[in-house]
């Protein structure tokens, strides 16, 4: 059986791309499995491509590709891209949370591949996406969406379009039971809703020793994942600790101001924005308490990741994600969301106290069980056969 993956950009870094390779690796097994990157702007990609998974190209838009675009012709073309890409899309709704990355190339690009599809699968990865595959997709395709975010951070606006719009999907599938009946509950019995958390990649062997005097965050530097109300809460920190290390490990827009941040704070010191790092997960092992300090998520792959390296985790408990995995007191620390004081204190208990902290991190792992990736690929493979087989039924 086909089946299409359908990313933003397939290229980039992000708990997105990470688990939909994940997947359509471990799918490729059973199934001839495409992920299918709407643009690419690096030559290489910043996580490695699984063998035994194809990677379509909408729009190639890498410096090496740029760069061959030569002679009458090639400036001729590329002056045609860049008038399309100076359009706004209107395939993609607006209030998907990366529209700008979208233009009408990309909608060019796009609607042409959604209706040359025959048979198999297609599974959107975001909402703007999702919209667009079930307004387009031919019905011959069994259509599914995936949310990785939840049901909380959508307008009314977008929420009245997606009542509107995703009757024609087959499937709409969320992170977490949770979300899911909430999802069912807007969408009455127009779609077929079921819930299907991310896997946890293998992170290697061992967990950290908590000895370290590291505590380490990992994600896009973006508004979402809140680094921008973790850095006050680590001068209070340091303040206490100084001879602690905040390591902050990713990219993103809010690189600048993140840096100022620490600066205005006088952090230099003792917080680090370290990049993006091939070698994350033991990273992770080097140090001895994980926060995410995140205004929301769908399932937050970089808590899986650090619990299952033996990281205690410090959370802010958002509507989503951080309560699905940590049990405050047993295998980690919940903090009210925006209780700068609380993820303050919360912090310091677990510095402060290494027996607290070898007592928490003992049982992190345990978090993840039931995540890895055999498992939720072969329940991945039954719902994508179960879509299918009803396409072809009628």
């Known amino acids: 059986m086909r089946v299409r993956f359908l990313l933003m950009n397939a290229f980039s870094v992000g708990g997105t791309v990470r688990t939909t390779l994940n997947t359509a690796a471990a799918l490729s097994r059973y199934?001839?499995?495409?992920?299918?990157?709407?643009?690419?702007?690096?030559?290489?990609?910043?996580?490695?491509?699984?063998?035994?998974?194809?990677?379509?190209?909408?729009?190639?838009?890498?410096?090496?590709?740029?760069?061959s675009r030569t002679g009458p012709v090639g400036r001729t073309t590329e002056t045609v891209r860049r008038r399309l890409r100076a359009r706004p899309s209107r395939l993609v709704h607006r209030e998907d949370f990366?529209?700008?990355?979208?233009?009408?190339?990309?909608?060019?690009?796009?609607?042409?591949?959604?209706?040359?599809?025959r048979g198999?699968?297609?599974?959107?990865?975001?909402?703007?996406?999702?919209?667009?595959?079930?307004?387009?997709?031919?019905?011959?395709?069994?259509?599914?969406?995936?949310?990785?975010?939840?049901?909380?951070?959508?307008?009314?606006?977008?929420?009245?379009?997606?009542?509107?719009?995703?009757?024609?999907?087959?499937?709409?599938?969320?992170?977490?039971?949770?979300?899911?009946?909430?999802?069912?509950?807007?969408?009455?019995?127009?779609?077929?809703?079921?819930?299907?958390?991310?896997?946890?990649?293998?992170t290697g062997e061992g967990v950290s020793p908590l000895t370290d005097k590291v505590v380490l965050a990992s994600g896009r530097l973006t508004f979402q994942k809140g680094f921008d109300r973790l850095v006050p809460v680590w001068r209070q920190v340091a303040e206490k600790h100084p001879d602690w290390q905040l390591r902050i490990f990713g990219a993103g827009y809010q690189q600048d101001k993140l840096r100022e941040l620490i600066?205005?704070?006088?952090?230099?010191?003792?917080?680090?924005?370290?990049?993006?790092?091939?070698?994350?997960?033991?990273?992770?092992?080097?140090?001895?308490?994980?926060?995410?300090?995140?205004?929301?998520?769908?399932?937050?792959?970089?808590l899986l990741e650090a619990m299952s390296c033996g990281l205690p985790p410090v959370a802010y408990d958002f509507p989503n994600g951080a309560r699905e995995l940590v049990v405050d007191g047993v295998n980690g620390r919940l903090v009210a969301n925006?209780?700068?004081?609380?993820?303050?204190?919360?912090l310091c208990d677990l510095i402060e106290d290494e027996e607290?902290?070898?007592?928490?991190?003992e049982q992190a792992p345990a978090a993840v069980?039931?995540?890895?990736?055999?498992?939720?690929?072969?329940?991945?493979?039954?719902?994508?056969?179960?879509?299918?087989?009803?396409?072809?039924?009628?």
């Open 338 to 346: 925006k209780d700068s004081d609380g993820m303050v204190r919360a």
């Open 120 to 202: 198999g699968v297609v599974v959107g990865t975001r909402a703007g996406l999702n919209l667009a595959i079930a307004r387009h997709a031919p019905a011959s395709v069994a259509k599914v969406a995936q949310e990785h975010l939840h049901h909380g951070v959508y307008t009314d606006d977008i929420r009245a379009v997606m009542r509107k719009l995703y009757p024609r999907l087959d499937l709409y599938v969320a992170l977490t039971e949770r979300d899911a009946e909430k999802w069912r509950r807007m969408l009455g019995d127009g779609v077929k809703v079921a819930a299907m958390p991310n896997a946890v990649p293998d």
């Open 369 to 394: 069980d039931g995540y890895d990736i055999e498992s939720l690929a072969a329940r991945w493979d039954e719902i994508l056969r179960g879509v299918a087989a009803d396409i072809a039924r009628h």
């Open 263 to 302: 600066a205005v704070n006088g952090l230099e010191d003792s917080a680090h924005l370290m990049g993006y790092s091939s070698q994350l997960f033991d990273e992770m092992r080097r140090a001895s308490v994980f926060v995410m300090p995140s205004r929301f998520e769908g399932f937050p792959m970089t």
């Open 31 to 67: 199934h001839d499995v495409e992920v299918v990157s709407m643009y690419k702007r690096a030559d290489e990609p910043a996580i490695p491509h699984p063998p035994g998974v194809r990677i379509r190209v909408l729009v190639d838009e890498s410096p090496a590709t740029l760069a």
């Open 98 to 117: 990366r529209y700008t990355n979208f233009s009408g190339l990309t909608d060019l690009a796009l609607y042409r591949y959604l209706k040359t599809m």
């Open 356 to 361: 607290l902290r070898r007592k928490l991190g």
